[in-house]
């Protein structure tokens, strides 16, 4: 990242202070008379020369002794620490004894170095510091040295603990998820205790979501309150604590999940975690959410600051799924190219002898049953439509049925004489390994290199088990947690290199990957495999919770919904997926003539209001959390120069007219005219007003009955 966006850090010598100070926030930590590094404060931004000093531990009694509660950055387990401690580790000659003291620290550019060291025990540990200068978004990460004669294990290692200022009115919003029910908005009170947030699957996950948000006080919501925020840029193994003790000091600590965690260092070796990222903002979770999209775009895609545009893209899974072929995929992209769609994927199938998901995985070759030319002639009419050209591929799993398997049965994450648990007829390749690592890239790199591709959908369907390396020595085996992970990185990051113009989505059967580790390497995210447009509302504003619109995409498919039998209009369809990255994913060749003429409507509408939706800022007016009748919401174009409002009602009610909708970030003195995509106002309302009035007076939208939608665009009147 480039240091010229962060904020400079600044040491107060005097007072061994340090301050971060960006966008409407400032971080400031100290060094205590005892020599930890503290934390003072974390909160709305301070004039440069308020006074922050960092106190010393209050002795309370004999059972909270000196320093085991106090505000620590990064404490190590050592010493008399009862609060969780971020790093834990084992000396082989028996000690577990770790107190991190301050040394030193280094300011480079934006980036704010503070080394701490057991200097007895010989463990250094060197604390990462950022700010995003325009949202106020502090990185944290530590690098952590084995600077002793002999080999450590590492127990727990946290990326960062975050401390709140001391309260007892905190209340803790966080996402949960399963397969086709992903992103789930969840609330519950910080209390006295622990609530643990973590994956330990071997990757993200949509049970729970790395990310968190805890308010302040009774009232805090979208508009209103004091949030803290953040999100840790992982995609393995996972751990996000939030503690309360009996002070009532909150602290957050996240990163490696520490259970079936055991890194080993032997001496001059380190170990670097992954990063945490929090703000904090006074203006509700709704700002939270706009201040991490914007962060997202501008700081952690890959094409920031201003990453591309997504294009409208057609899949085949839904229409075909394992049944792909030359003629059938060249007959859907005729019909796609007609209806405006610019992007071209085909899904699973392609591939080996994958007729099912029985078989195949691994066996990265073109199927010449399906192709009998290869993908050449269909690339070459995809091309030739205007259309680029995408596939589906899930490169770290095997089938047992596949030649990849027979080769290498050892290649797999295994313990050694140990049944292979299945996911879906499938192992995962224990890609820590440099020679599985090697395959991968090699696979992939020939098919992106003999193909005119330019979009991968890079699939991961299912869980770790097993998860034993039996080529290393029983104690160096779990490392795997840590070298998977960035060995996949290590993939994505080399063929991004190599192929600059491939974009790729992580899917991981629905959202199962999607944090900000992953993020930066990838170009769009896959939200859930459930894509009925009245769930997808729900999934869809609690993704928004943390990820930016712009990387999230949803397909208009077939109705009724293969997933839970709804049936939905194409009108509510395309509503609810212009939320978002606009795809399709329905069978084309089932539609009419009247579903084709309204399809190529909605796409080119969504053609004139997609920057707008992808990279505007976004505010949710109405929550559909929860099962409730209706969801609304507003992307405003970063120069305020268009609106664009979608509301939706799942299911009418008595005579109850749906509720006045309020715009927000509109220019309160400029003209906006309105215009409807689909639906329309309430008799009376007028075409043209200020930005005041549709902010104040609002709009009301006509809608009755059960699965209606309205789209409505507010375009500056110049
Ligand atoms: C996963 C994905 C789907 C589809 C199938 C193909 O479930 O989430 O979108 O690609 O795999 O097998």
Redesign the pocket.
Known sequence: MAASHDAKPRFDATQKVFRLDAGKVTYAMGVNADGMLQNIYWGARLEDADPLVALPAPERSSFDPKGALSLQEYAGWGGSLTATPALKLRFDDGNRDLVLRYDSYRIDGGDLAILLRDAQAGVKVTLHYSADASTGIVGRSAHIENGSGQPITIDSAAAATWSLPPANDYSLRYLTGTWAGEWHLQTRPVAPGATVLESRRGSTGDENNPWFAIGRGSDWNEDHGDVWFGALAWSGSWQLRVDEDILGQVRVTGGFNPFDFGYRLKPGESLDTPVFYAGYTGDGVGEASRLMHRFERTRVLPEGPTPKIRPVLY?S?EAT??KVDEVGQERLAVKAAALGVERFVV???WFGARDS?HAGLGDWVVNRRKFPNGLKPLIDRVHGLGMSFGL?V?PEMVNPDSDLYRAHPDWVLNFTGRDRSLGRNQMVLNLAREDVKAHVFEVLDRLLAENDIQFL?W?Y?RNWSEPGWPQMAPDEQQKVYVAYTRNLYDILRRLREKHPGVEIES????GARVDLGIMALTDEV?PS?NTDPSDRLSIQDGFSYAYAPATMMAWVTGSPNWVNGRSSSLDFRFLSSMQGGLGIGANLLEWTASDEEAARRYIAEYKTIRATVQQGELYRLLSPQGRAPWSATESVSADRAQAVLFAFQRQGEEARAFPTLRLRGLDPKARYRMRFIHGKAAPGTPDTASGAYWMQRGIDIAIKGDLQAAGVVFDRVR
């Open positions: 899949n899974w799924e394992f899904d699973d199938g998901d589906w899930e959908k699939d369907n899917c991981s059967g629905g896959w495999d």
